[in-house]
């Protein structure tokens, strides 16, 4: 299967991001070279283990980055309205990019606490969303806050609309962000593990929602995970990362079915499969280095079974195959 990139059904395109964190005079490489695209109407899972800097390329996206980072260099561009109108975040702060958030772009963080304001009831903070971002009446804005929270099975909406994010409990306050994050219909959707704290009920009915929003507003989502379950079954196409930078890209059936990359491989040798010894299960030895620490040569190294005298002293750079993208060794270009 070929990977297919018409230019008008990308909506972001991210060039050699590099986003470094600086702690005690020491520069540490977040995301180092990271180029991506996300197209319209489509999910691009982005799948790695803790630390692997999936985290942080979201947030550079949102420019909503953590103290003492900074993006160093690289490119990322919105294509508003079918590329009539290039937008280069990295030119925007301030207003222009305040606009952008939460209306074109709106992001779902993994802790609810991070986008919601204890002080405010959680319906008024869904309506200044609304009141910043669209034309809405009151009657609509009240409406419609209801109406998203109905969706995300929150009981009793009119009366909950009233609460306090303190009076929610975890699972309720998680729901109430994604309605926020979803009330202004965004062209672009980044979910970072968006339900990680939530039941299996909860997370269905989320996902079944971020879909219809993708199929009904042709949203772009980029869905922060890991894990390979959720991709298999949401993503149109998947982005692996390992230490700051990108190990494989491709459609999610190539990357799921054929893995290249000998991390992929091992990712996806650690999901159960139906029917299979858990026992059997392989596990990827050793485990993502620090920021600080990271090996010369190509990263996964240390672990990775396949590992040639070349990969210890120069890192491999992303080639293109037919089906998938790879930074390996294994592919020479
Ligand atoms: Fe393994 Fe070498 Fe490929 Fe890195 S470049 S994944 S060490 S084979």
């Not at 910043?132 to 804005?141: I, L, R, V």
């Not at 909950?160 to 979803?182: D, L, V």
């Amino acid at each position: 299967m070929i990977i297919m990139e018409k230019n008008n059904e990308i909506i972001l395109s991210v060039k050699d991001l590099k986003t470094y964190i600086y702690v005690n005079n020491r520069c540490n490489r977040a995301v180092d070279g990271v180029s991506f695209n996300v197209h319209k109407g489509k999910t691009l899972g982005i799948v790695g283990e803790s630390g692997c800097g999936k985290s942080i390329t979201a947030s550079s996206i949102m420019q909503l980055l953590p103290k003492l980072s900074r993006i160093e260099s690289g490119e990322i561009v919105y294509h508003k309205d079918d590329e009539a109108i290039r937008i280069d975040l990295l030119e925007r702060n301030g207003k222009p990019m305040r606009d952008l958030r939460g209306a074109d772009i709106s992001m779902i963080f993994q802790d609810p606490m991070t986008a919601l304001n204890p002080v405010y009831t959680i319906g008024s903070q869904i309506k200044e969303n609304l009141l910043y971002h669209t034309s809405m009446d009151k009657k609509s804005m009240t409406n419609k806050t209801i109406e998203m929270l109905e969706k995300m099975g929150i009981p009793l909406p009119h009366q909950r609309a009233e609460e306090y994010p303190h009076q929610f409990s975890g699972g309720m306050r998680q729901r109430a962000m994604i309605a926020m994050a979803m009330s202004c219909n965004p062209k672009i959707l980044i979910a970072d593990e968006p339900t990680t704290a939530l039941d299996v009920t909860i997370q269905a009915q989320i996902f079944e929602l971020m879909q219809k929003l993708k199929e009904e507003h042709q949203t772009a989502i980029i869905l922060i995970t890991h894990d390979m379950g959720v991709i298999a079954e949401t993503a149109d196409r998947v982005a692996v990362m390992y230490a700051g930078k990108m190990a494989e890209i491709g459609n999610v059936y190539d990357v799921i079915k054929k893995p290249k990359h000998p991390y992929t491989v091992g990712l996806m040798n650690s999901i159960p499969k139906m029917g299979q010894d858990t026992e059997a299960l392989m596990q990827i030895e050793g485990s993502m280095p620090r920021l600080n620490e990271i090996p010369q040569g190509c990263a996964f190294h240390p672990r990775c079974n396949q590992v040639m005298e070349q990969c210890k002293k120069m890192v491999p750079p992303m080639i293109e195959l037919e089906d998938s993208n790879i930074a390996c060794w294994l592919y020479p270009s």
